[in-house]
């Protein structure tokens, strides 16, 4: 019998915009699996986002500077979520070894 990980938690919020959590024993599943790819599609975006950024910003004007910084600030907490997980996971990995 293998020992249960800590929870993982995952790159996406539930209904009420709490933190949501997978609790598994095997690293390969589906729902793994899934947040993986949600996290590399989250940093991607961001980083495209922040590309766009910086080449918008000498000449835009506050409408599309409003919407920029709402869609920035998301990818900051996509990323520091991610951050997060994956901290908590390295940390997790060094307490087995």
């Not at 993986?36 to 599609?41: K, M």
């Not at 600030?73 to 991610?82: I, N």
């Amino acid at each position: 019998m293998t020992t249960p990980r800590a929870p993982r938690l995952l790159p996406w919020s539930g209904p009420e915009g709490k933190p949501c959590y997978l609790i598994t024993d095997d690293n390969g599943g589906p729902v793994s699996r899934l947040a993986d790819t949600t996290e590399v599609t989250q940093l991607g975006m961001g980083a495209d986002l922040l590309a766009h950024a910086h080449d918008l910003l000498p000449r835009a004007p506050h409408g599309e500077l409003r919407y920029l910084a709402e869609r920035l600030t998301e990818a900051l907490a996509d990323a520091l979520r991610v951050a997060e997980s994956r901290g908590r996971r390295l940390s997790d990995l060094r307490q087995v070894d």
